[in-house]
Structure formats: C-alpha cells, structure tokens
C-alpha cells in the first residue's frame, strides 16, 4: 500500500487545519535550521487531549509536545500533524516510535517530509498497524515553502530586497540614498530581516552605506535572534565598519553566489537574504540563485544614479529576464512587490 493523499471528513480537515494554525507559532521558516510544525491529539469523543508545535532547533518535535500534554490520554487518539512524523534520529529521537509507544490509532498528516533523513515515519507507523492518512494542505505547504525548497536544492532559498525609485534607481548622482522609501517599508524589511537566517551584500554597499544588517525594532534597538552577516567581493572592510560591529559576521571573496550559498547552507541556514548592491545582483540574477524578489518601490524620481541591477548581458528585448507577479502590496507611500523567476 502507498498510502497516497486522502479525501477526508470535514472534521479531520479542521483538525489538520488547526494543527497547522498551532505550527505558525513556530519561528518562521529561513530563522531556524527546521520547519514548522503543529500536532495535535483528539480522543474517540472529539476531545483535544494534547496539542504542540515546534519552536525550533533543538527543542522537541511538535508530537512530542502533545503526546506530553496528553500523557496516558494519548492511547487510542488520532494524531493531527501538519508534517508527516519523522523516522530519525537527530537532534531528538523519532515522532513516529514516539507515537507508536503511546498507542496512537491513527495519523493524518498533511504534508510529506521532503528530507531523506527524517522521511519513513508514515511507512513505518503503517508497517506497526496504525492506520495513516496523508491529506495535503496548500496552508501546510506554504507554511514551509521555503524551508522545502532549501532541503529539496540543497541550498538557501534566496529572496532578493531591492528599495528603488519609480525610475529604477536605488541611491542618487552623489551617492545618497538614505532614505528612498518610507518608514512603512523600512519596517517590513525589518520584519524580513528577522526571517532569515544571513543577509548578504557586497562589498561595494558595506563601503558606502556602511550598513547594520540587524534586525531593530521601532526605537533602532537591535531585537532577538540577529541574521548571519555576509559580505561578498574581495575588497577589505574596515574593522570599524558597521557589519563589523561582533563576530557575527563573514566576508566571502567569490563572486560566485554559491561559494557563498553552500557554506551558509552547512551552517544551517535555510533563507538569505540579499541586499544588494546592483552588481552584486545581477551576478546572482544571472546565475539564477535567485527564487524570489521583494521590490520596495517608491514615488520618487532621481532621473540619475545607479539603477537597482547591473549588466545582465540583455541585448535585445527578448532576451530580458521575466518575473512573475506573485504579491503587489501598499507600505505607506510605497508599493511592494513579491516577484518569482518565471520558469524558463
Ligand atoms: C516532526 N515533527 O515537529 C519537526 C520535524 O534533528 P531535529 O530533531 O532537529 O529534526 C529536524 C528534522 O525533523 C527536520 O529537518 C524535519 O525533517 C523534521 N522536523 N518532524 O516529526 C516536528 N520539526
Ligand atoms: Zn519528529
């Protein structure tokens, strides 16, 4: 039996939904080395005995949670689980022998795992007799979207930031670009910020904007987990520039984007961000390391200064790179657009 996906009764669907809702408490996906999940368990007379989610790396899985909760409750329950349950062993033991140890009757998943590693537990629930149900939900595949496409290509998912002009162009003749786009925008780059696991630029921004990097709340004060910082060329930055500011921080001499990528993915990071400069960009544009793009565009016009991306080798109009629309948003003054590649 392959145990394919499911139609199922309203009521399980709900269940389901809800342990995905519990999953969003989760750190969202690129802050931490793993996805989010929810469970919950559900007794014979629709009862909730037991519910959890995971809060990250390193902390018990989201079955382990509400099997805790529901202590000897959990026998006979269904377990509703927004990822399938995993096999392995990492960095805590199985959900799927967890699972089986308390005497859980049935599991209904909503998304497979996607990692060699951890993937089996459905087989292996299967195999013991319980009975699994594998129900996909677009919520649950959203939910980890990027964290899926990380462990699928073996390398970060990469959303590039850009805040340019109507005209294109992200600082002026002299230099200047603080600040193009409005306090709406700046605090959603900041909210993206501390999504991510490194923000990347080169070193052609480090020198003239002499960026933080940080995640900061209203006040300007550094807040919570700070992403990995990355500085891309081989030009030296100087031990007084702001990246610089702690140990944090690396600084990568290739321009290949991934001598950079392949390092930060054996660090365990699952989402950079890259903000810029237009070379920097465009070689990454090109070679295609780029799955998503956010473009902060505002009401002005500079008619001079550097556009957002460099040469990218178009010669004629057939030959410029397509974006598909996925998100068009209004930030104060600005808009926001949510770009993909579209697919060649
Ligand atoms: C589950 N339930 O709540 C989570 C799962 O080495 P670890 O312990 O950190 O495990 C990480 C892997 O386990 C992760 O890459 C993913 O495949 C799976 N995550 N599985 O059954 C959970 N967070
Ligand atoms: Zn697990």
Known sequence: ?????????????????????????????????????????????????????????????????????????????????????CAHTGRTGPCADALLAAGVARVVYAGADPTVEAAGGAERLRAAGVRVQHHPLTAAEELNRRWTAAVTSGRPFVTWKVGATL??????????????TGPQARRDVHRLRAEVGAIVVGTGTALADDPALTVRDEAGEPVGRQPLRVVVGRREVPAGAAVRADDHWLQVDSPDP????????DKQIRHVLLEGGPTLAAAWLQAGAIDEVRAYVAPTLLGAGPALVGDLGVATIAEAVRLELADVARLGEDVRLTLRPAPA
Do not use: C
């Open 1 to 85: 039996m392959t145990g394919g996906p499911v139609d199922l009764h309203a009521a399980d669907e709900a269940w389901l939904r809800r342990a995905v809702d519990l999953a969003r408490q989760g750190r969202p996906d690129g802050a931490d080395p793993n996805p989010r999940v929810g469970a919950l368990l559900v007794d014979a007379g629709g009862v909730v005995v037991g519910e959890g989610f995971h809060a990250g790396a390193g902390t018990p899985h989201a079955e382990v949670v509400a099997l805790r909760e529901a202590g000897g409750r959990a026998e006979g329950t269904t377990a509703y689980v927004s990822l399938e349950p």
């Open 258 to 265: 991934f001598d950079t990528l392949k390092p930060l993915h």
């Open 167 to 180: 005209d294109g162009r992200v600082a002026a003749a002299d230099g200047t670009s603080r600040w193009i």
